[in-house]
């Protein structure tokens, strides 16, 4: 794309009603647009970062047979009557003009639930796991934490159903090695830890995915030796000797919960009638597991892990382009002439580029081009128009290549389809 024709602009003030990093840099880089608290759009460079974190994550459900759906958002009040949660806090509730009321989705056990109740009725028909990627409304107290604390936000929610807990068990152990894989591709695996959280009725604890950063909302405890964390809620010496793990070996950080999964049991088929006959013939109720992360905090999460005071720092596999090709010339010269050919041939090889063809001094385009995060950048000034080599700027560690055009072409490769 060429970046003359993007109609969002960037800024160089933080806007100051943004306490958070993510937001302000991403409002300030035009990814982003704040509605208002707690509320945002995602502009064209940020849906494109979005739909890639989405992809991944989708790529990784399918991987565990997960089968995508798309639950309603509006939700009917007689299902989460029957599990007391109809009185919750956190719900944006409204009315219908014809009398009676609704719900805009928080999370979708009920509605799940309810419609599985009406496919399994045998044991033949389990296991399997089905999930969406939608968006959520939540009523939150508080709004400080830029996109990774929205009152309307995106979330991916998978729910498995199995005749035993032994079977949901071994489900478990799958989803969160699914959730690795998503963290790591999404370039903060490091950074993550598979931690240690309160359980319900049906297991000890549950499993929250923590991102190390300052401005995280939780506090947990990191053990490198076994790569796991817990959270401080649970931290008794009860949790530090079933984990095997002294005190002093753990170090304290600020967290930020971008994953949890979670053994339901039959918190919800028993109250919405979700059984299945077991081949004595005997009714018993489904088993279920619920397994979360929320696309728009993991966004969230990279920027506030990677970026660095120029900006945003995307790693490729999220990045809205993968090449930024900054032209110093002016319309219609040999450098313009040099950049556009450049460009033309990313295009044709299926490179996803941003093109600056815009008439500004290298100064504010540099400038943008840091705080846009794109992972490579592309300098063509003179130097390229005379002899054929090309400044490569890598954004994450600031090294710069001299690259010819022809090793140019051939070292960037299109990103693999994965549709
Ligand atoms: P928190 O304790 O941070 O409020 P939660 O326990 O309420 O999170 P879940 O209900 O398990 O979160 O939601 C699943 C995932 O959805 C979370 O791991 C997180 O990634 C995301 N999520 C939850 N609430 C929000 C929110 N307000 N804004 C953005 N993402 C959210
Ligand atoms: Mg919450």
Not at 163 to 181: G, H, M, N, S, W
Not at 227 to 242: F, G, M, P, W, Y
Not at 312 to 328: G, Q
Not at 355 to 361: A, E, F, K, N, T
Request: hydrophobic residues 40%.
């Amino acid at each position: 794309m060429r970046q003359s024709q993007l109609f969002t602009k960037t800024r160089r003030e933080a806007p100051s009603d943004e306490v958070a990093k993510n937001a302000q840099l991403l409002v300030r880089a035009g990814y982003i647009h704040k509605e208002m608290a707690g509320v945002y759009s995602y502009l064209p460079l940020g849906l494109r970062v979005l739909n890639k974190i989405v992809q991944i994550i989708r790529e990784e459900m399918n991987a565990i047979g997960g089968q995508e759906l798309l639950l309603s958002s509006l939700q009917n009040p007689e299902l989460w009557k029957k599990t007391d949660r109809w009185e919750q806090d956190v719900w944006f509730k409204t009315a219908l003009n014809a009398g009676g009321e609704l719900g805009l989705g928080w999370t979708q056990e009920e509605a799940i639930t309810h419609i599985a109740s009406q496919h399994v009725s045998s044991y033949r028909d389990l296991p399997f796991a089905a999930y969406q990627i939608q968006t959520k409304f939540r009523n939150e107290e508080r709004a400080k934490s830029g996109i990774m604390r929205g009152r309307e936000f995106l979330m991916k929610d998978l729910y498995s159903f199995h005749t035993d807990q032994k079977d949901l068990d071994a489900f478990y152990e799958r989803a969160a090695d699914a959730y690795r894989k998503v963290f790591t591709r999404a370039g903060i695996g490091d950074k993550t830890f598979a931690t240690f959280a309160s359980g319900g009725a049906f297991s000890k604890y549950s499993h929250e995915f923590q991102t190390l950063c300052e401005s995280g909302e939780d506090t947990v405890f990191v053990s490198r030796e076994k790569n796991i964390a817990i959270n401080k809620e649970v931290l008794t010496d009860e949790v530090l000797s079933d984990l095997g793990v002294s005190r002093d070996s753990l170090e304290e950080s600020q967290a930020a919960e971008i994953g949890n999964i979670f053994k339901l049991g039959t918190r919800f088929s028993e109250p919405l009638g979700l059984s299945y006959l077991d081949k004595e013939g005997k009714k018993n109720p489904v088993v279920m597991g619920c397994y979360g992360i929320g696309p728009t905090r993991l966004m969230g999460a990279i920027v506030e892990v990677l970026a660095d005071e120029n900006g945003l720092v995307w790693p490729e596999s999220v990045a809205p382009f993968t090449v930024h090709i900054v032209s110093l010339g002016k319309d219609g010269d040999e450098i313009s002439k040099t950049a556009d050919a450049l460009y033309d041939d990313l295009v044709k090889t299926g490179i996803e580029v941003i093109y600056d063809d815009r008439d500004l001094r290298a100064g504010e385009k540099f400038a943008d081009s840091d705080l846009l995060g794109i992972p490579k950048r592309i300098v063509v000034g003179k130097d390229a128009v005379k002899t054929g080599v090309f400044e490569v700027v890598n954004r994450a560690t600031g090294r710069m290549e001299k690259i010819s055009r022809v090793k140019l072409l051939s070292s960037l490769q299109p990103p693999a389809s994965s549709l």
